[in-house]
């Protein structure tokens, strides 16, 4: 096979490369003391990035972890206390618990480096307006210095990202280092395939396909019980849940991401909340506002543990990321309210 076995989602990518990792890998071995079971070099494609959630029950995916980490990158934050909030155990790969290193793909990217410069991305974009056939729209992340830092808990994962222009559209092929294929391959395809639809839009493009090669693919034995639920259910085929995916709005900017910054942050913080009628009268599309009701979401789980989440912010929500959120906080559904329904 020369090239990457393509796929019409990632949710059956998923599951392939859970399954070839079970029974059929390569190496065990314990890096740092995390045992592992690896194969070296994997691929494969996703003919439509924008289907970038597996609804499976088992692996009780969290879309508000996922929609937060890809509008960190997209504002090029690099500060621990947006992420912590999702995810706390994030603050053990920060070295000075204030800024993450290596991880922070975003600041890479969407930063110039130094002032009055032009970032990366913007770099990438201006050369593919105006010569669509390149090869050269590369986004470098890894850096040669993080190799200088003993014990390192924050080495980027990701080589680069390549956006390439091809008959009207914008593809997208990401080079990892290594990947946790139970873990963090979810949330770097959900964001890397974010950052690929943020891209096409600012270059008024059709999104392409998104290839995704690994040099390390790997899972940690301690999630393998889990990872055995997960294709026992993808066997079975109660899977086959589809919902449709709706396309970034044309008119997303970076302003876009700050505005709605502003208000993730309000409520991170605690200082206010947002019922489903002020989210929908703030100016935003359709599509943001769901992001917007999953961190109202996330806020009363948060900041109310003992009440059940309120029934007419999990009606507002799209039935595909209302049937996430059930399957990922079952004890916090409304009584009587089925879960996932």
């Known amino acids: 096979m020369l090239t990457p076995f393509a796929y019409s989602n990632f949710e059956h990518a998923y599951v392939d490369v859970l399954d070839l990792l079970m029974d059929r890998f390569e190496y065990q071995n314990a890096p740092r003391g995390n045992a592992a079971r690896e194969r070296i070099g994997l691929s494969f494609q ?20 996922h929609f937060a980490e890809a509008l960190w990158y997209l504002a ?21 618990g204030r800024t993450m290193g290596g991880s922070a793909y975003g600041s890479r990217m969407f930063n110039p480096a130094t002032v009055g410069d032009t970032s990366p991305f913007d770099r990438v974009l201006e050369l593919l307006r105006t010569e669509q056939d390149s090869k050269r729209g590369l986004l470098p992340i890894f850096t040669a210095d993080e190799l200088a830092v003993v014990d390192n808990p924050d080495m980027s994962c990701v080589v680069a990202l390549h956006l390439l222009v091809r008959e009207g559209r914008l593809h997208m092929v990401c080079y990892m280092r290594a990947n946790d294929c139970d873990r963090g391959l979810l949330s770097d395809t959900f964001s890397f395939t974010m950052i690929q639809e943020f891209a096409a839009v600012q270059l008024g493009l059709e999104l392409g396909t998104y290839t995704h090669h690994i040099g390390s693919a790997h899972v940690g034995e301690r999630d393998v019980p889990r990872i055995r ?88 929500l799209d039935p ?11 004890t916090r559904m409304p009584p009587g309210k089925e879960v996932g329904s």
């Not at 206390?81 to 999702?86: G, P, V």
């Not at 995810?87 to 920060?94: G, L």
């Not at 700050?258 to 002020?278: A, F, I, K, N, T």
């Open 46 to 65: 996703i003919a439509d990035p924008r289907a970038r959630l597996p609804y499976l029950a088992e692996r009780k995916v969290n879309p508000v972890w």
């Open 76 to 96: 090029g934050r690099n500060d621990v206390e947006m992420l912590a909030y999702y995810a706390p155990h994030v603050r053990q790969f920060s070295r000075d």
């Open 229 to 316: 639920r997960v294709l026992a259910e993808a066997e079975l085929a109660t899977s086959q849940r589809r919902f449709p995916f709706q396309r970034m709005p044309a008119d997303t900017s970076f302003s876009t991401v700050s505005d709605l910054l502003v208000h993730e942050e309000r409520l991170r913080s605690g200082r206010g909340r947002l019922r489903p009628q002020e989210i929908a009268a703030l100016g935003f599309d359709p599509y943001w506002q769901q992001v917007l009701l999953l961190f109202e979401v996330h806020r009363q789980i948060r900041h109310c543990p003992a009440d059940p989440v309120e029934e007419s912010v999990l009606e507002a």
């Open 320 to 330: 595909g990321l209302r049937w996430l959120v059930g399957h990922r906080w079952p």
